[in-house]
Antibody, heavy 120, light 105 residues
Framework: QMQLVESGGGVVQPGGSLRLSCEAS????????MHWVRQAPGKGPEWVAL????????YYIDSVKGRFTISRDNSKNTLDLQMNNLGAEDTAVYYC?????????????WGQGTLVIVSS | IVLTQSPGTLSLSPGERATISCRAS??????LAWYQQKPGQAPRLVIY???NRATGVPDRFSGGVSGAVFTLTISRLEPEDFAVYYC?????????FGQGTKVYI
C-alpha cells in the first residue's frame, strides 16, 4: 500500500526555522518527482516545491525561494523541507505529494499533512 | 494563471447530478486536474488530463472541456461524494489551484 507520512510540524516564532520530513513506502520512491504542497486554513492548496526523482533539480514557488530547501534521500525513501525565516504567511498544513510521473506537477498520492503555525 | 471555479457551493441530494466548472484565465490545453477533499483529509486526485479518471475513481466521475471552461460531473451523487472539489492547472508555473467548490447535502 502506497503511503506518505509527514512529521516535523509545530509552532514556531516569526523568523524561526523548521524542518519537515516525509517517509514514503509502498512504491519505488526513486522513480518519481516529489512535491511539497501547503494549504492555509480555509484556503485552497498551494504548490510549494518540487524535487526531481534523482534530486538533481529543485523548483520553488517565488514566495519561498531563498528561504525553503527541498531535499530527498533515496536510500531512506525520505523527503525533507527545510524552512527558514518563517512568516505568518507560511502558516498552513504542509503535505508531501507524489508526482504522477517525474515532473507532471499533478499529485496522485498525498500524505496526511503536518501543521505549521508561525506565531509569536 | 487564475482558475475560477463555480459555483462556490452546491447543495444537492444523493442520486442527483453535480456539475462543477473551472475557467482558466489563459490557455492550459488539457493540463487540468480535479481533486476531492473531505474534512480533515488530504486532497485525492480524481481527474487528470482534463478527462482521465485516476486509479480507483468510480465511473460516475467524468471530466470535460469546452474552450477555456473545464467541468467535473458526478452523474449520481453517493453519500461519500459530498466534499470540496478543487481544480488545478499544471500547464505553466506556478501551478495553481482553484478556490474550491463545496458539494453538500
Amino acid at each position: 500500500q502506497m503511503q506518505l507520512v509527514e512529521s516535523g510540524g509545530g509552532v514556531v516564532q516569526p523568523g524561526g526555522s523548521l524542518r519537515l520530513s516525509c517517509e514514503a513506502s509502498g512504491f519505488i520512491f526513486n522513480k518519481y518527482g516529489m512535491h511539497w504542497v501547503r494549504q492555509a486554513p480555509g484556503k485552497g492548496p498551494e504548490w510549494v516545491a518540487l524535487i526531481w526523482y534523482d534530486g538533481s533539480g529543485q523548483y520553488y514557488i517565488d514566495s519561498v525561494k531563498g528561504r525553503f530547501t527541498i531535499s530527498r534521500d533515496n536510500s531512506k525513501n525520505t523527503l525533507d523541507l527545510q524552512m527558514n525565516n518563517l512568516g505568518a504567511e507560511d502558516t498552513a498544513v504542509y503535505y508531501c505529494a507524489k508526482d504522477w510521473a517525474q515532473a507532471t506537477y499533478y499529485f496522485d498520492l498525498w500524505g496526511q499533512g503536518t501543521l505549521v503555525i508561525v506565531s509569536s | 494563471i487564475v482558475l475560477t471555479q463555480s459555483p462556490g457551493t452546491l447543495s444537492l441530494s444523493p442520486g442527483e447530478r453535480a456539475t462543477i466548472s473551472c475557467r482558466a484565465s489563459q490557455s492550459i490545453r488539457t493540463h487540468l486536474a480535479w481533486y476531492q477533499q473531505k474534512p480533515g483529509q488530504a486532497p485525492r486526485l480524481v481527474i487528470y488530463g482534463a478527462s482521465n479518471r485516476a486509479t480507483g475513481v468510480p465511473d460516475r466521475f467524468s471530466g470535460g472541456v469546452s474552450g477555456a471552461v473545464f467541468t467535473l460531473t458526478i452523474s449520481r451523487l453517493e453519500p461519500e461524494d459530498f466534499a470540496v472539489y478543487y481544480c488545478q492547472q499544471y500547464s505553466s508555473p506556478p501551478r495553481t489551484f482553484g478556490q474550491g467548490t463545496k458539494v453538500y447535502i
